[in-house]
């Protein structure tokens, strides 16, 4: 499936709704289609009737020896490469900018979200350093998945919403190896939502907690401790993808979210102790509502032991 097929005879139309968008998909390539599918961050459509436009209109095609793929939106610029990692990223680079655009009332945070117990906990941090593998081996400890990658959340309610793409690995752990529909593209394997050991969440769940993680340099165990709203604030703007599109620079936005949700640094070290170190901090007094009393929390964390 890395690999680009031949133009197919008929034009496969796709059309998924994610965040109350309605996506559309005219893909003239087999190959690209299934990647399409395998990779949809939302819910699929039977068809694109009931009156309503797509909020986002996509069109494929494939040419050349070797062949290539073209990727049009709404008509507009086109974008070119070869190779089916290169089109996915393309595809979720301008998809992401896209949503960012229609739903402004969200606050769009890089990080992975995962549900447990009926709340959402966001694993954030900056790429390569474990988010996605982290929520992959949390799927196998009981939570359920809403992203890998992305966490839309609605400022007002502090819900998270689903954004369940397939789940990207730049490397597969050893102790999680992949199911057998995922999809190895070379540089990247892709797990599909249909093929994750948990079923993905399609509707948006109360934040929880939120932990900022951090790669440990040297071999020892994964340690955590809770952080203050302010640093906690200062922390999470980082991450932010759309700060801009709120009020005082997304800085308010931020900062409630900090006061109002247990945060937490994470040092990640090796893959069940983290998942262990994860759990039992979760466990350890946090309500799936998010009103936790965050000083509660704090001496909870402290007595975690693995």
Not at 34 to 56: N, R, T
Not at 216 to 222: E, F, L, Q
Request: charged content about 15%; overall charge negative.
């Amino acid at each position: 499936m890395g690999t680009l097929g031949r133009a197919a005879n008929d034009a496969a139309f796709l059309v998924f709704s994610v965040l109350d968008q309605r996506l559309a998909f005219e893909c003239r390539d087999a190959a690209l289609s299934a990647l399409i599918v395998a990779e949809s961050p939302g819910l699929p459509c039977a068809d694109d009737m009931e009156g309503q436009d797509p909020a986002l209109r996509y069109t494929v095609s494939v040419n050349g020896n070797p062949p290539s793929f073209a990727l049009s939106r709404d008509g507009g610029t086109v974008l070119q490469g070869t190779g089916g990692a290169a089109f996915l990223s393309m595809l979720e680079q301008d998809l992401t900018v896209e949503l960012q655009k229609r739903r402004p009332d969200l606050l769009f945070v890089h990080a992975a979200a995962l549900e447990w117990q009926g709340g959402a906990c966001l694993l954030v941090a900056e790429s390569g350093v474990g988010k996605s593998t982290t929520a992959w081996a949390l799927l196998h400890h009981g939570f359920d998945y809403l992203s890998d990658e992305l966490a839309p959340i609605d400022l007002t309610s502090l819900h998270v919403h689903p954004y369940p793409r397939a789940l990207c690995l730049k490397e597969v752990p050893q102790e999680y190896p992949p199911p057998p529909g995922a999809v190895n593209l070379g540089v990247t394997t892709h797990i599909p939502a249909q093929a994750l050991p948990r079923a993905p969440v399609y509707e948006p769940k109360p934040l929880s907690a939120i932990f900022l993680l951090s790669r440990m340099h040297v071999s020892g165990a994964p340690a955590i401790r809770a952080l203050a709203p302010g640093e906690a604030a200062a922390r999470l703007y980082v991450h932010s993808l759309n700060p801009l599109a709120h009020g005082n620079r997304g800085l308010d936005a931020v900062a409630d979210i900090a006061a109002r949700t247990p945060c937490f640094a994470l040092t990640l070290a090796e893959l069940p102790a983290s998942c262990a170190l994860i759990e039992a901090t979760l466990a350890a007094g946090l309500k799936p509502d998010g009103g936790a009393k965050r000083a509660a929390t704090a001496v909870s964390a402290k007595k975690v032991q693995l």
